[in-house]
């Protein structure tokens, strides 16, 4: 098949992109696919072009432009198959805020929450008290992320999500430790669970770092605690309207109780990415895990 493979872009995750999709470059290659690797940040212009003169895309952009759903409208514009979600499902899971009320309304477990479009008074305090997290309303890979356990604090992390042009939001602390786990099609696969060993939370440089953390595959927790992290992850990618694959983000509390973070669209994908290594133990090996996601994209460009 011939695949366009976009990637890169403009986001401040621009370089895990592109890491990511040189890997599944090669391993699509290895499979007998024909591959154009295209970076979004110098070929935005004939995006639309370059789509009609493939089989099919598969999209590793992080943030803006590509977990927005503007790439996939566009793709469509053209009729050009992709993997993952459409448009409005992707629009609403990487607006955070927007996701969480659509959780709520749905009976999902989710923290209380705050969105500052702007910087607060000097006297603003969250209503659910100190420390909190805050960061990045449509942020990810933990970018523009801090903990604050006083307005002084919250000010630096507040400072560096605002440069960025970003919104903020602002969330309680929840003590426990994170899970995760992605849907493929409609079945969710084997939970994750993630021991941060550089820090004490899942920062950037857990996730990124050689040994930042590590991650338990499938996560060794109850049975009873693994079904409801699954059953969880599905009826949030159903709530959101999403389709092909999605990752579900957890706190998992002492008592076992469950809060869901976030639900990512275009989850990492390498090898020994947090999806990739669900596969595995659902037995599908990192190209396996690629050509299912185009299976599904194509069965879902057949179904529009």
């Not at 024909?34 to 970076?39: L, Q």
């Not at 409005?88 to 927007?98: C, D, H, M, P, R």
């Not at 604050?148 to 903020?168: K, N, Q």
């Amino acid at each position: 098949m011939k695949i366009l493979l976009i990637a890169g872009g403009w986001s401040s995750e621009r370089e895990i992109s592109l890491v990511g999709a040189r890997g599944m470059q090669a391993a699509l290659e290895q499979r007998g696919h024909s591959v154009t690797f295209f970076d979004l940040l110098d070929g935005f212009d004939t995006l639309l072009q370059t789509a009609q003169q493939h089989d099919f895309a598969l999209i590793n952009l992080h943030g803006a432009p590509g977990e927005d759903g503007l790439v996939q409208a566009m793709l469509e514009r053209v009729n050009c198959p992709y993997q993952g979600s459409g448009p409005a499902g992707s629009f609403l899971a990487l607006n955070k805020a927007a996701a969480k009320q659509i959780f709520r309304l749905a009976g999902l477990p989710t923290a209380d929450w705050v969105l500052l479009p702007r910087r607060p008074a000097p006297d603003w305090t969250p209503p659910f008290g100190w420390p909190v997290f805050a960061k990045s309303n449509t942020g990810g890979s933990s970018l523009h992320l801090g903990r604050a356990a006083s307005r002084a604090e919250l000010e630096p992390v507040l400072d560096e999500i605002f440069a960025a042009g970003e919104c903020a939001i602002i969330e309680p602390q929840l003590t426990g430790q994170e899970v995760t786990c992605g849907i493929l099609g409609s079945t969710a696969l084997a939970p994750i669970l993630i021991q941060p060993v550089a820090g004490d939370f899942f920062d950037f440089t857990s996730k990124y770092a050689k040994g930042g953390a590590r991650e338990l595959c499938p996560a060794p927790l109850p049975e009873a605690v693994t079904a409801e992290v699954q059953r969880i992850a599905l009826a949030a990618h159903k709530a959101l309207g999403l389709d092909g694959y999605s990752r579900a983000d957890f706190i998992l509390g002492p008592d076992n109780s469950l809060h869901l973070l976030e639900v990512n669209t275009l989850p990492g994908m390498t090898p020994t990415s947090l999806v990739p290594q669900e596969a595995a133990v659902a037995g599908l090996d990192f190209g396996q895990l690629l050509e299912r996601l185009m299976e599904l994209g194509l069965q879902r460009h057949a179904a529009r």
